[in-house]
């Protein structure tokens, strides 16, 4: 899955996604469910739209007090109810500049940040929906796509977000149908010599926390598959 993410916008972020010149984002460090970030959606041309990270489906009785889902598994987009009509009518791509995972010690769970190694910006593969309602307003929300972890990733976690190649974010969020083949060739996981993961602060763990530190490496090892802790500890 994918529970926290990270957005530090470049300087060039609207030209990167095709959008209208704006303000500055400012970073975010520890974006997390239920808070609003911005997500690239594609009308005339693409636009920035300001969403809350918990897809909430077309058919929710009660959007507020329902449960929204964060993420959405690539290989059965097609056949869940709540994304299988989002999947071919709101894709988007949600900017981000890495994401974190937690992987088990001992007893502990030990946060770590992944990221691509040579790219500061890209995007997840996303779904989005705007329910308009008279009482309550538009409610505007997205979730993340995740899909099989690759190499990096399956040493902390059984899935990974799907992070779009640049030459395929078109492919994604451009309108028309989708079948299976071109899924499962948009969505694949992420080539994993391009990527690096390393442990970070446990701070991250409160969604509270902001800032650049929460990305700062910690002493020790940044491979997934051996151990932080000495045995005992």
Not at 43 to 67: E, Q, S, T, Y
Not at 165 to 181: M, N, S
Not at 199 to 215: Q, T
């Amino acid at each position: 899955m994918c529970g926290r993410f990270t957005i530090v916008p470049t300087i060039d972020f609207h030209e990167r996604f095709g959008l209208p010149a704006g303000a500055v984002m400012s970073p975010r460090y520890n974006v997390a469910p239920g808070q609003e970030v911005p997500v690239i959606v594609r009308g005339d041309r693409n636009h920035a739209v300001p969403m809350i990270w918990g897809l909430v489906p077309p058919f929710a009785k009660d959007p507020v007090g329902g449960r929204p889902m964060i993420n959405a598994r690539a290989e059965t987009l097609l056949e869940r109810p709540a994304f299988r009509e989002a999947v071919q009518k709101n894709r988007c791509l949600v900017p981000a500049s890495g994401f974190y995972e937690w992987k088990k010690e001992g007893k502990r769970k030990v946060p770590f940040y992944i990221r691509l190694k040579t790219t500061p910006i890209f995007a997840f593969a996303g779904l989005y929906e705007i329910r308009r309602d008279p009482a309550r307003g538009e409610l505007a929300t997205f979730t993340i796509i995740t899909t099989k972890p690759n190499e990096l990733v399956a040493g902390l976690h059984d899935r990974m977000p799907a992070i779009l190649p640049r030459g395929k974010e078109e492919d994604w969020i451009r309108a028309g149908v989708v079948g299976p083949a071109e899924l499962s060739g948009i969505l694949a996981p992420y080539l994993p010599g391009e990527m690096e993961a390393f442990p970070v602060s446990g701070k991250v763990n409160d969604p509270r926390s902001e800032g650049p530190g929460l990305i700062q490496p910690l002493p020790g090892l940044t491979c997934p598959g051996t151990s932080l802790f000495p045995p005992g500890t």
